[in-house]
Every structure is written in structure tokens, then in C-alpha cells.
């Protein structure tokens, strides 16, 4: 375990030949890939190309058909509680925030510490001070979510993920329902917490951000991971046809 | 003609009787409502199987049938159904119960399936027990949600008693028109029972309506 880009550190997330089918339609076909501790994995390609199912089926929000995934100690596919355990150690952001919008961001941020790994409300709470602050938005502890802006929502629901301490954080389009001016405050946070070191997979449209955070870079289309490499070679030398057709759409 | 008050003022503690027996009955039926409705409801949501097939029979055919044919039929068909004897209360609490559990069934339901998925995968998400996520995320928001609907449900199930004089139940109403019979006084007892039902009634349906409002105002931001 001593090759790797840059960064160096043990295997945490492995997937082999996962197949993940709706119906008939293969959404994910036998793909597979294994992510390093501390590493930043940039995930891009056109919508419909199974970005999002592929994240979704690290933490169990998506079931498997076929093959298996390894993240941290749990092998998926596994009953409730492996699953329950798992996502304690794995942090999810969604593109629609998905904030609970009957309670405080307080509320939102001390739920799953004080339920799901039984921390006092005290605790909690000083967790949630101390998170809000390295977000930028301390001052917002007693609001409720629909009085913040779209860029405040999410560094809350950053912040909440991050409350669980997880090993591993998955983005899901963070930036694509935010208004342009509010797409960079984001970006901060999550540039911020990939300097510290935190394993993240980022499914993400901003290219300028993959080319500057990630180690690498997963080109996903029809299910399948055409292409994986350092961001410098994926967008300086294309391997692959439809990769460089999508890049030439998009840069 | 004379508004009697003497009339009213000698047998009021019937009325008050009544009304005692009206808004028993009606916490009964309501109480027993809420139980078979939660049933029903995730008999519904299930949305496929045998359970979900008879939640939706179920609350079809009781939302379907008028009230008073249901309370003359529990009262008259199921003794001889089951060849036992149902008293004219219970009778009334059994029809009450089988119309209420139907509305709230799909009250609770409406409330329920108003939670964004997204907020229940953000919770699955983090790891937050199950039993949890239908206490926090679930039944509060929707409980908040489904309050307009089962206060306005409840106004409809106090009028719904008075339905209960047909077979002699002695409810607030069947003591107005049993005293307005007695003393040929109904313009006096039937007023005053109006007036009653309007006191209990009204300030439900305010409450209501205002919920309804803050609802609204709060889901447009």
C-alpha cells in the first residue's frame, strides 16, 4: 500500500463489478474502483450517467443487484443495522441541502449525534458551535433553514454531515441548485475540509474546482467508468471519445 | 309567541346531560378513530400486498356510505349479525368510530406522504435509528401539517353526534327535541341547543382556519 498519487493511505472504499439496475435499465454496470484514505475524487460526466447512483450506492442509499462494495469495515450488500453503522461513518451532502425544515439548525445539526451515537445535548451542541464556526455561519445557530440563503443551507448541511465525524464525505452535486454568487462560498468549505485531509468523493459540474482540488478525476457515462485519472492528464490528454466530446461541451 | 325562559331555565341540566353524552362519544369515537385510522393509513402506504388491498377497501367503502345509513345499520344489522345486543351508545360510538377512522386514515396519510424524501434520506444518511426518524422527521412535521385538517374533521364528528337522537341516544340533540316534545317549548330548547353547538363548534373552525393560513404563509418561503 505504498503506490498511490500524492497522497498515501489505506484502501477505504472498494467497489467490484457493482451492478445496479431500476427495472431493466442497468443505471451501473459492473463497475469498479477502489478510493484511498485522504484521497479527493472528482466524479463528472453527462446527467443520467449513473454519477449520483454510484455515490447513492456507497451508503446504501442505493441498493446493488450485483457485485459487491467495500467502504471502511462494512461489505455491502448488508442487513439494517451494518448499513445503520456505516452511514454513521460516512457523511452525505445532497444538491438539494434536505435540511430539516421544521427545526433549528441547531436541531438539525445535534439530531443524529445525540440519537445515532448517544453524545449529551451539551455535547452536541458544542459540536455544532464549533462546526458552524469553522463554516462560517455561527451567528445562524437559532435560525430556522427557510430564513437562510441557498450558500448558508448547504454549509449547514456540510456541517451537520461533518457532526457524525465521519471518515468519509460524499458530495452530490453541492453547487448545482445554488445561485452563481453562492456557488464559491461552498466551494470554500469543501476545498477547506479536502486541505484537512478528509476522503471525499464529489460529484461535481464545476470543472475549475476538480482541476484544483481532486487527486483524481472518474469520467461516468452509461454506468460505467470510462475514464480514471489526475485531474492535469484527465483534462490535458482525453483517452477516451466521449470524454473528450464532453469536455469540449463544457470547457 | 313568547320566548319561554322559565322552560330553559327549569331543565337545562338535561341539555348539559346531553351535551356530557355528545362530547363523550365523541372523544370515544375519536380515540378509537385515531387507533384504527394509524392502521388503516400504513395499511395504505404500504402501497402493494393484502394489507394495503383492504386498507383501501376499507376506507373507501366507510368514506363512501352517508353516516346516518352506517349508524342505522350498525345499529340494526350488526346484533343480528353477530345475534348479540348493542346498546344505542355503543352502537353510536361503533359507527362513529368506523366514519372517523376513515377520514383520519387519509388525513394521517395526506400529512405523512407531505415530508420531502429528501429530508428522510438525509436523515437515513446520517445513521439516525429508524424509530427516531419517525419521531423527528416523520410524525412532527407532519402532525404540524395534518393540524388544520383533523381540527376541521373533528367539527364535522360533533355535528355528526346529533345524527345519534335517530336511534336514541340521548345526546345533546335528542334531549332538545325529547324536552321540546314534553313542553311544546322547541323554539326555546332547539335555539338553545343551536347556540350550544355553534359555542363548541365555532372556535374550532377559527383555529382551523387560521392554521390553514400559517401553513401556507410559512410553505410559501
Not at chain 2, 353547538?197 to 401556507?216: G, K, Q, T, W
Request: aromatic share 8%.
Amino acid at each position: 500500500m505504498t503506490e498511490g498519487r500524492g497522497k498515501r493511505g489505506q484502501t477505504v472504499v472498494r467497489c467490484v463489478e457493482v451492478t445496479k439496475r431500476f427495472g431493466s435499465f442497468e443505471a451501473l454496470r459492473k463497475v469498479s474502483v477502489e478510493v484511498r484514505a485522504g484521497e479527493v475524487v472528482c466524479i463528472i460526466g453527462p446527467s443520467g450517467g449513473g454519477k449520483s447512483t454510484f455515490l447513492r450506492t456507497l451508503n446504501g442509499l442505493e441498493s446493488i443487484e450485483e457485485g459487491e462494495i467495500h467502504v471502511l469495515d462494512v461489505r455491502l450488500p448488508a442487513g439494517k443495522r451494518e448499513i445503520e453503522r456505516l452511514r454513521r461513518e460516512v457523511g452525505m451532502v445532497f444538491q438539494s441541502f434536505n435540511l430539516f425544515l421544521h427545526m433549528s439548525v441547531r436541531a438539525n445539526l445535534t439530531l443524529a449525534p445525540t440519537t445515532a451515537l448517544g453524545l449529551s445535548k451539551a455535547e452536541a451542541n458544542e459540536r455544532a458551535k464549533r462546526l458552524l464556526t469553522r463554516v462560517g455561519i455561527e451567528e445562524q445557530i437559532d435560525k430556522y433553514p427557510g430564513q437562510l440563503s441557498g450558500g448558508q443551507q448547504q454549509r449547514v448541511a456540510i456541517a451537520r454531515a461533518l457532526a457524525m465525524e465521519p471518515k468519509i464525505m460524499l458530495f452530490d452535486e453541492p453547487t448545482s441548485s445554488l445561485d452563481p454568487e453562492m456557488v464559491n462560498e461552498v466551494l470554500d468549505v469543501i476545498r477547506g475540509l479536502a486541505e484537512s485531509g478528509m476522503t471525499m468523493l464529489v460529484v461535481t459540474h464545476e470543472m475549475g474546482f476538480a482541476r484544483e482540488v481532486a487527486d483524481r478525476v472518474l469520467f461516468i457515462t452509461d454506468g460505467q467508468i470510462l475514464v480514471d485519472a489526475p485531474p492535469a492528464e484527465f483534462f490535458g490528454r482525453p483517452t477516451d471519445e466521449r470524454q473528450a466530446a464532453f469536455l469540449s461541451k463544457i470547457l | 309567541m313568547r320566548f319561554e325562559t322559565h322552560q330553559l331555565a327549569q331543565h337545562y341540566p338535561l341539555l348539559f346531560e346531553g351535551l356530557r353524552i355528545t362530547l363523550t362519544i365523541c372523544a370515544l369515537s375519536l380515540a378509537f378513530g385515531i387507533v384504527i385510522g394509524l392502521v388503516a393509513c400504513f395499511g395504505k402506504l404500504r402501497e402493494r400486498g393484502i394489507a394495503y388491498r383492504i386498507a383501501v377497501i376499507y376506507i373507501d367503502f366507510f368514506r363512501t356510505i352517508p353516516e346516518v345509513v352506517l349508524i342505522f345499520w350498525v345499529y340494526s344489522c350488526l346484533p343480528l349479525m353477530l345475534s348479540l345486543r348493542i346498546s344505542a351508545e355503543a352502537s353510536g360510538v361503533i359507527a362513529l368510530t368506523l366514519f372517523a377512522s376513515a377520514y383520519l386514515a387519509e388525513i394521517f396519510r395526506a400529512g405523512i406522504l407531505a415530508v420531502p424524501r429528501g429530508q428522510i434520506e438525509a436523515a437515513l444518511a446520517l445513521g439516525v435509528p429508524s424509530l427516531h426518524i419517525w419521531i423527528r422527521v416523520i410524525l412532527q412535521p407532519a402532525i404540524r401539517r395534518m393540524m388544520p385538517a383533523l381540527v376541521s374533521f373533528l367539527t364535522e364528528l360533533i355535528k355528526a353526534t346529533s345524527l345519534l337522537s335517530a336511534i336514541g341516544v340521548a345526546e345533546m340533540a335528542y334531549q332538545a327535541s325529547v324536552l321540546g316534545s314534553k313542553t311544546f317549548a322547541y323554539v326555546e330548547f332547539l335555539s338553545a341547543i343551536g347556540v350550544l353547538y355553534f359555542i363548541i363548534i365555532f372556535p374550532l373552525s377559527i383555529y382551523a382556519r387560521r392554521a390553514e393560513r400559517r401553513l401556507v404563509s410559512r410553505t410559501a418561503n
